[in-house]
């Protein structure tokens, strides 16, 4: 049964004003800024800055299944709407293409691909079951992305020039939140062994071997590569009420290094920009929606005057 209708035609509806970052103080010291936040909205990104850093592509819903996608210009404040999308989207590596994991009829996502310049579009995954959370290899050959395909949620690899699919994770555990490392050599995601019990893993794509970054029993999930390929941002609850986590950086050994945010509410989806000077991360904090972190090469962040 064909789930997505594909269109030769896509027209972009472009809205703008100038852009004013609102800055916070993170209860933990950090200077947080709110890139989006709208009222009665929720807004979210997912890997979601193009390779210039210049752009967000930020998915938003207002309940009752009104979901939609745009992209963000983070200099001008100007809005693109991309009607075929309705949630998370990420850029290829050239910049040239927008993956994205669409709501279709029936509830559940499929995973399609647009090209920026001629509007084709493409199904990438497509099934009776949830196809969830892609992403590109650093030089776009690839896209990994988990799915409950087999009835348990595990993470594929696709080629996109056989079209073939590779299964990478087979245990009856949920994983998900697949992102490869800077040089497309490993993996990292995250594995549910508990009910609130999230761990962090690597795979080396070669040999499918594993190996295990995190292992207390609270969650630690969402974990994303910074741009140096030595470190991983991810969120943990471990000091907080279960399933409300913080952002934190680790080394792609397991070591902690610093947790950037400190609020009672729940942080995740960090991702570094490009030039790694950003962590832009999903909250649910008042006001809920898309916040970033300025950073340094240490991942030490900006504070208050005197701090």
């Not at 647009?114 to 050959?141: F, K």
């Amino acid at each position: 049964m064909k789930h997505v209708v594909l269109v030769a035609l896509l027209v972009l509806v472009t809205t703008g004003s100038k852009p004013a970052f609102v800055i916070d103080r993170d209860p933990g010291g950090c200077m947080v800024e709110r890139v989006v936040v709208e009222a009665d909205e929720r807004s979210y990104q997912c890997n979601s800055l193009s390779p210039d850093g210049r752009r967000i592509a930020i998915g938003w819903d207002r309940g009752e299944e009104a979901r939609g996608t745009y992209i963000l210009d983070l200099e001008t404040g100007e809005r693109t709407a991309l009607p075929v999308f309705n949630n998370g989207t990420t850029f290829s590596p050239d910049g040239t293409m927008l993956l994205n994991a669409v709501y279709v009829e029936s509830g559940k996502t499929d995973i399609i691909e647009m090209n920026i310049e001629t509007r084709e579009v493409q199904v990438i995954a497509q099934d009776d079951q949830w196809d969830w959370l892609p992403c590109y290899s650093p030089d776009g050959s690839m896209i990994v992305f988990n799915s409950y395909r087999t009835g348990n949620s595990d993470i594929y690899l696709y080629d996109r020039a056989s079209k073939q699919l590779r299964r990478l994770t087979s245990t009856d555990m949920y994983e998900a939140h697949a992102q490869f490392s800077p040089d497309g050599k490993r993996i990292v995601f995250h594995r549910q062994v508990g009910e609130s019990d999230f761990n962090i893993y690597l795979m080396d794509l070669d040999s499918n071997e594993e190996t295990q970054l995190t292992a207390s029993p609270r969650e630690e999930s969402y974990p994303s590569w910074a741009p140096d390929g030595r470190h991983i941002l991810f969120s943990s609850d471990k000091g907080n009420e279960t399933g409300k986590p913080n952002i934190v950086v680790m080394t792609d050994t397991g070591e902690v290094v610093r947790q950037l945010t400190n609020h009672p509410a729940k942080d995740a989806y960090a991702f570094a920009s490009p030039d790694g000077r950003y962590v832009y991360f999903n909250s649910y904090r008042e006001p809920q929606g898309v916040y970033r972190i300025k950073i340094d090469g240490e991942f030490s962040c900006e504070q208050e005057e005197g701090e």
